[in-house]
């Protein structure tokens, strides 16, 4: 993955002396250095944002996805209706929704971010809540008839038995998740946050040179992401040596 | 009959249940007494399986009433909690936790359900991983265990709970056939402390051995229940004789 992003880059650079301006983002001239300090300097948003919301969207996940495995069929149905709901909603609709309509709704004024990790969370809660059904569901019905012989209740058996079995299965398609939350991150830019991607739009404006910027807005992504993998690789890992050593 | 009505700590009273249009449990009438050891038998699709998971409340019944212990079972989630703290079940399949060690295993039971202290669970998990004797397994995981040992561990899980009644569905039904021998034994031990158990098997060298009493299930209903030496030299019905011609003339 480390050849793959070098090749990438490689291949960016060769082609500078045509028609790049790499001097945009030269670190080694002061305005460069500026630029790209810039640039960087939304890091921590996106990131801060994309943690929160992960955070919030498993959990709702979890809350959604429980009782759509009820015996209950009323419980099963709420369930549903949410995940068909909120799946129909397009994220970026979902955020202008949520930072524009909902104060009128509420009256309640929330700032970018918050509206921003709502939105987001709202959003992937109906994908998580269909992961972790799947998970659950993965787990052979005689783990809770031992649990419940041994005279757990549900919650515990939840709790010790089902969810630590389903979340090492479903650990690939979370770390999934939180990748794809990092790049959604970059729709909440429209109402202003001040993450990566408006970071680079802002720069745009001022520098007008739309390639170099936005290459090194691609590569930003690229990165993160590449740690995300690499992180759910390594959890995996550590998650199975655990069973086995 | 009022001293039986006394001590009778399972009671069936005609119990029927469904699979859809599909009688799984034929006004069932069974009674066990304390510290009685029972073995169904019988082909499969009997209904025996259903039986016993109908004693600690794995299987709901729609007709009838089952009492364990005193307690209806039924829609009431505390009558449950009761029996189920008072009858163990064995898994053909045996059912271990795969991600917890053998002492977890054992021990999430007690910490959970009894509230125990981790010390105490810990010593009486011990306590019983010796009686099964793999006390140097504790801290292995489920798969790393024959599956004689593991079913040995899961015997063990369900005696750290301390019930009066313990549950066996086909303990030995998905073990190598060298393997069988080591779960009888523990199984045959454990009937010599007094508890009651009602077990499912086609074992019949270990029902001869501890059984006071044989259950012979065909269709949903309990056909025959004898004492083990008049139910296999001189059973009444004809479809009991067929069954048993079947298992133990090989």
Redesign the interface.
Known sequence: MNRLLLVFLAFALSACSANWGWYVVNPQTKAGWTNLTFLLSGLKYTVLLSLTAILISIALGLLVALPGLSTRPWLRRASRIYVELIRAVPILVMILWVYYGLPQLTGLTIGVFWAGVIALALSDSAFEAEIFRAGIQSI?R??Y?????????YI?TMR??IL??AI?RILPALGNQLAYMLKMSSLVSVIGMQELTRKANELVVTEYRPLEIYTVLVLEYLVLILIVSGGVRWLERRMQTD??S | MSEKERTAIIRFRDVSKFYGDFQVLKSVDFEAMSGERIVVCGPSGSGKSTLIRCI???ESYEQGEITVDGQRLGKDAAAL?KV??Q???V?Q?F?????LTVLENLT??PI???KMSTGEARDIAMRYLERVRIPEQADK?P?QLSGGQQQRV?IA??L??EPRIMLFDEPTSALDPEMITEVLDVMVELAGTGMTMIVVTHEMGFARKVADRMVFMDHGEIVETAAPGEFFTAPKSQRCRDFLDKILNH
């Open positions: 052979a005689g783990q008839e031992a649990a419940y012989s041994v005279s757990l209740n515990d010790y038995v630590p079995q090492r069973e086995r | 600690n409340g794995l909690r189920r703290n009858v163990g079940m898994f399949q059912n271990l936790f795969p991600h999430l039971g959970r359900a009894r995981y798969r899961a899980r369900s750290c709970m």
